[in-house]
């Protein structure tokens, strides 16, 4: 018996150096919640005790985990097949888990009963003056210099062997729905943009995407920022920190966020989003092509790179 998630929560990754992957996702705009010899967790602004985490050994992405409702929900879930028993956490904020191997390899959680943490001070919320709408009078705007400040996860993108069977997994599983499938020609999906089902509650337009590649692997890992400003200040400082850029800046077409890709030392590619669709269940799938999954409404064409 399946649940509805509510929300991601954090990717898992492997590292051989902790202290330069903790570097790095400082400049990225996160901040260290806590550390031990062979794990490091990293936090954003919000209330959640962690977004991040990478452990110590050969590089590699190891999956994510889901947000549930409950313990309740947990329950439900430990009687699927391949569930772990629920288990509990051993990390920054405790709660439950209950784990599986998806059919790519990759090690999906679905957590719940986390204690919150304090949330951190926003210090680019800037007043802006539009063309027709003038709210700041009569004082300049300063934006603060150094790295964007990172709120959440916010979605994760995967290759799978076979893009149907992953699909039917995670929507059986944990609920997800289409909000946009992508068709290789008139028949043939490559794969599909997926959201949180909380009913007539708007979510983002898409919290896992999942490209049907032949095989297993990472694409990328996108974190909310709060706005344009900050996602601008954040580029800046990544550029001065001479961190290797991928994409950006520009707004997609499907998703509609504004994002700016950069590459970890190890080579992972992580997003920063802002500005992105909202959609609930009164919003029907839709289709689109490679060609729109690719465009940008304005900023640089895709690179051939893209994706780890």
Request: glycine share 10%.
């Amino acid at each position: 018996m399946g649940i509805k998630v509510v929300d991601i929560a954090y990717p898992r990754f492997r590292a051989p150096d902790l202290d330069r992957m903790e570097a790095f996702l400082v400049d990225f705009g996160m901040v260290r919640a806590a550390r031990t010899n062979d794990t490091l967790y990293m936090r954003g602004t919000g209330a959640e005790p962690f977004i991040h985490v990478t452990e110590r050994g050969d590089p590699a992405f190891l999956g994510f985990a889901f947000l549930a409702n409950s313990v309740e929900d947990l329950e439900k879930l430990a009687n699927e097949d391949g569930a772990s028993a629920v288990e509990s956490i051993d990390a920054p904020g405790g709660g439950k888990q209950v784990r599986f191997t998806d059919p790519n390899g990759f090690e999906v959680s679905a957590i719940a009963g986390r204690e919150p943490c304090d949330e951190l001070k926003v210090i680019r919320q800037p007043t802006y003056n539009e063309g027709h709408a003038k709210r700041r009078i009569g004082e300049p705007l300063r934006i603060d210099a150094g790295p964007s400040q990172v709120i959440r996860f916010g979605h994760c993108v995967i290759n799978g062997i076979d893009f149907r069977e992953s699909e039917a997994w995670y929507k059986s599983r944990f609920g997800l729905v289409t909000s946009d499938e992508i068709l290789l020609d008139k028949t043939t999906a490559l794969g599909a943009f997926m959201r949180c089902d909380q009913g007539p509650r708007h979510v983002d337009h898409h919290t896992l995407f999942i490209i049907g590649a032949g095989q297993p692997g990472f694409n990328h890992a996108a974190f909310e920022v709060e706005n344009l400003d900050d996602l601008m200040a954040g580029n800046a400082h990544l550029t001065e920190k001479d961190h290797k850029h991928e994409w950006g800046i520009g707004r997609h077409v499907l998703g509609s966020q504004i994002f700016d890709y950069w590459r970890d030392p190890w080579g992972h590619t992580v997003e920063h989003w802002t500005d992105g669709d909202l959609f609930n269940n009164e919003t029907p799938p839709a289709i689109g092509n490679i060609e729109k999954l690719l465009a940008s409404q304005w900023g640089p064409p895709a690179p051939a790179t893209l994706g780890s």
